[in-house]
């Protein structure tokens, strides 16, 4: 039922900026913690940012200063605007919406971001 669409990725060159988009529906995601994570080729899955319902972020130490995770409860959607990408940055980007109490966790679809010369 719960549903989390994905969109906003895309081939840029190094230096360049992305913003990915996350449209979640099919529940109440006020109280959710929101987040993305990413899986480079041949790599495990690790997570990129987290955004809490206050507006609270946490980051991955190596996209602190680059990236920016915001929320707009009012269109239950999580975004992650991406700036001044590396080439280590591509990867497939997951968005993810978990909750406390009870834990549960949801997935979007995934969006390939390249950055390559």
């Known amino acids: 039922q719960v549903q989390l669409v994905e969109s906003g990725g895309g081939l840029v060159q190094p230096g360049g900026s992305l913003r990915l988009s996350c449209a979640a529906a099919g529940g109440i995601f006020s109280m959710a913690v929101m987040g993305w994570y990413r899986q480079a080729p041949g790599k495990q899955r690790e997570l990129v940012a987290t955004i809490s319902s206050g507006g609270s972020a946490n980051y991955e130490e190596s996209v602190k200063g680059r990236f920016t995770i915001s929320r707009d409860n009012a269109k239950n959607t999580v975004y992650l605007q991406m700036n001044s990408l590396k080439t280590e940055d591509t990867a497939v980007y997951y968005c993810?919406?978990?909750?406390?109490?009870?834990?549960?966790?949801?997935w979007g679809q995934g969006a390939q971001v390249t950055v390559s010369s």
């Open positions: 993810n919406v978990r909750y406390i109490f009870p834990v549960r966790n949801y």
